[in-house]
């Protein structure tokens, strides 16, 4: 790999993580003391979540057919640019409402600009060979990223708050200059972006197509409405581990800093579950690994669901397990396109339709979330919680075996 792929590759990892730290990874980490800051409850941040799921909806669905009309680095600087922006509205404690806009504004702004020319950049970076190492890259890398803000997190927290009986005040202070600090950084990330040169040929990656054309063509691909379960299946897993921190805190007794440590270790289980994936199945069927994928996230959903009653098993295991199957996963899903033979023209627009159904659990996840924790409540809301996530993680099996043979039988098919 040249000094100019890493360059890429390097660029692509910070900008694809700390995109999303705003609205997703510093509450991810820090969802017990950012609650506790601002007096939010589930229901509430669950309906942020929401909010940002139904915008984003929208957004992957345009955002995919503008990134097969333009150079991806113009789109992804200008996302990161809006959406550091918006980060720097906290320096001034927003209201509840308010946050709320601000959710809707990110919708727009970490999607529509941005998901879309990020996938399509990966799929050209990896060439057609390479593609499940391109993936494991950008994604151990992404996990690396998160690591290293929330250790940074933890630091701020530690120097400002120095006891438990920490005053709200103190916790909002602390809150904020993490949310300051990683706005900058988004912001200086995105002038960064423009010192990319373009992402190949043009000629090759942009569509000449109408963007109707284009749409029609997507969705004449069978392994296309395949796709869309899986993926859905497989965020649902990842959106889910957003309450883990959470668990520990209100379940096992975890404080503030402990829980965040928590957030922390599962952080860098996902760069290391890409190194192990980059050595074991770089050159493999990335779709029989989904298989594998699927199997061990189902596995730790079921150690989840029967913990706290049956299995009293270390917290770790069960988290641990159900994480390695969705991190797995998350390398994958995009991974069988070259598989799936999507032309590169219009892998904008097939990304995006995939994401419209894949990642709406942004819009329904937190309401379900907040009604087993708020209303249920206790170990039996998050049984509820866990046993939801455990039928999402068969059913995505289902698919991926479904998928699997569709791609086996398409392959002989066109040997024979």
């Keep these: 790999m040249n000094f100019r792929k890493i360059l890429q590759f390097t660029l692509l990892i ?15 980490i820090f969802r017990p003391t950012f609650l506790a800051a601002f007096d939010i409850d589930n229901k509430s941040i669950g309906f942020c979540f929401s909010l940002y799921g139904i915008t984003a909806m929208i957004s992957y ?15 992804m600087s200008i996302a990161l640019l809006l959406t550091g922006l918006g980060g720097l509205v906290w320096v001034y404690y927003p209201s509840l409402e308010t946050l709320y806009l601000l959710y809707v504004y990110w919708g727009v702004t970490s999607i529509m600009l941005f998901w879309s020319p990020l996938i399509k950049s990966v799929r050209i970076l990896g060439e057609k060979k390479k593609q499940i190492l391109a993936f494991s890259i950008v994604e151990g890398g992404r996990g690396l990223v998160a690591a290293i803000i929330g250790t940074i997190g933890i630091i701020v927290i530690t120097a400002m708050i120095p006891d438990e009986d920490s ?75 957003d ?36 050595f074991f199945a770089r ?67 097939v990304v995006g339709i ?37 039928v999402s993680s068969i059913i995505g099996l289902f698919a991926s075996i479904l998928f699997y043979n569709s791609i086996k039988s398409r392959n002989k098919l066109l040997s024979s």
């Excluded at 669905?61 to 789109?75: C, E, M, R, S, T």
């Excluded at 800093?257 to 890409?274: D, K, N, Q, T």
Aim: positive net charge.
């Design 167 to 241: 005053s709200k005040e103190m916790l909002q202070g602390a809150m904020n200059k993490i949310y300051l600090i990683t706005s900058v950084l988004i912001i200086l990330m995105s002038f960064l972006m423009l010192l990319l040169p373009n992402f190949g040929d043009t000629s090759k990656i942009i569509s000449k197509n109408k963007i109707g054309a284009n749409i029609i063509k997507a969705l004449k691909y069978p392994v296309v409405w395949i796709l869309m379960v899986i993926i859905l299946t497989s965020y649902i897993g990842y959106r889910v581990a």
């Design 14 to 28: 910070l900008a694809a993580e700390i995109i999303y730290a705003l609205p997703f990874v510093l509450i991810r």
């Design 283 to 349: 050159k493999a069927n990335p779709s029989k690994w989904l298989i594998i994928g699927f199997s061990v996230m189902s596995f730790g959903s079921l150690l989840l669901v029967f913990n706290e009653k049956v299995l009293h098993l270390s917290l770790l295991i069960p988290i641990l397990s159900a994480l390695t199957g969705t991190y797995t996963l998350r390398v994958l899903y995009f991974t069988v396109l070259e598989d799936a033979k999507i032309p590169i023209t219009i892998t904008g627009t």
């Design 61 to 75: 669905f345009i955002g995919g057919l503008i990134a097969d009309k333009f150079q991806p680095k113009y789109l």
């Design 354 to 390: 995939l994401s419209v159904v894949g990642f709406s659990p942004d819009i329904f996840l937190g309401f379900i979330e907040g009604y087993y924790l708020d209303e249920v409540g206790g170990v039996l809301g998050f049984q509820f919680l866990f046993v939801f996530l455990l």
């Design 243 to 278: 309450v883990f921190t959470q668990y520990a805190s209100e379940i096992y007794g975890y404080n503030a800093r402990e829980s965040a440590e928590l957030g922390i270790v599962y952080s860098y289980l996902r760069p290391v579950v890409c190194i192990l994936i980059i």
